[in-house]
């Protein structure tokens, strides 16, 4: 899924480091990616605890519903560490790289899914 | 979690059925249990993915951004079929029953997080 | 716009009152019309003087965003308004009339816009 | 509104042109301003006819509803608009100017909001 800005395919995957962050390849932060990952796995044994709740033929729907949002609201969460990474990482730099109507196209368009 | 709307407690746990849906106890449709509790399970999987790509550094922000992003649609799929529920079995039968005043509180108070 | 939910055209509107909230005629109440019509008239006051300031050059985008958002949020509240009206004159209602198959159709329907 | 970076202040507000988009003052890029006020223009009437329905007693909730969120969709377009050309104009240009992480702090603070 790394991010390719031009038709010439990379030889190398570079390693992650000075040559990551360069019109050819876009990776995302190490600490982003890490703390999305914590994010993401509590909020997956949060909708497992749902999930199995649902088993419960006294379970109330009102009660679901919040416990849905609350993983929604974890989810936000998570892709809001993604976001910021990559406005900081990839986007505030564009302009030194050549590649910023690209990029604005692009997270304009995932943006709209939120 | 199972719905008491008056202040003693029940003795007993209504099997599912007929004494379900009364002031005293409101269980969740078995129907709308069943379809949520599948579509958490599918949502559950693809969160687990999601987070298993962050562990790849040449993963892309924006494609684990997209990623989020269909997970979180899922969730909305899920409430909307706990809702719809509540809203059948519960909600539009409330003035039958008189406990509409607190049904409605409480839903206005749960779709606040939505 | 006042609702039908038979085919039969009725031929005298009614009055607001007692056979306003029946099988052929739903009204909004008189409370939540009042609430939502200030709330919305604050909003449309909001709205425009976000336009106006779109007329200076020096404008800063990050202003503009954060005030549509303020006034999304009194659109929340109106729309909650409305909900809630709507909630308790009519959905909690609907088993003493035979609709709520419709009605909880309808709604599900007006919400996954929100 | 405008923006302002350093600590002091200007003494000539800048026309709109070469120096507009610099650390010390951020302008809105003219299209973007031109566009966002033509969508808030439409907003408004649209919330003004919703606010002039509300005076007839025989309004249906649903019905409301549905407009306040169509006004919604059409000021999520404006907010649309006016990222766009703060990414493009601002962002994208962020670490040739030195501002990032004001700039990414400040757009995530009002994304939050979203």
Redesign the interface.
């Known amino acids: 899924?790394?991010?390719e800005t031009t038709a010439e395919p990379l030889d190398v995957?570079p390693?992650?480091g000075e040559n990551c962050h360069t019109a050819h390849?876009?990776?995302?932060p190490?600490d982003?990616?890490?703390r999305?990952?914590r994010r993401?796995?509590i909020?997956?044994g949060h909708?497992?605890s749902?999930?199995r709740?649902?088993?419960?033929?006294?379970?109330?729907?009102?009660?679901?519903?919040?416990q849905?949002?609350?993983?929604?609201?974890a989810?936000?969460g998570?892709?809001?560490v993604?976001?910021?990474?990559?406005?900081?990482?990839?986007?505030?730099?564009?302009?030194?790289r050549g590649d910023?109507?690209e990029?604005?196209e692009?997270?304009?368009d995932?943006?709209?899914?939120?």
């Open positions: 899924m790394a991010k995957i390693t992650e390849h876009l990776c995302m190490e982003s990616r890490k999305a990952a993401l796995a909020a997956r909708l497992e749902i999930r709740s649902l088993e419960d033929p006294n379970v109330y729907c009102v009660d679901v519903l919040r849905i949002k609350a993983v929604q609201g989810l936000d998570a892709a809001s993604v976001l910021r990474g990559h406005l900081e990482a990839h986007v505030a730099t564009a302009a030194t910023e109507k990029l604005v692009e997270l304009m995932a943006l709209k899914y939120i």
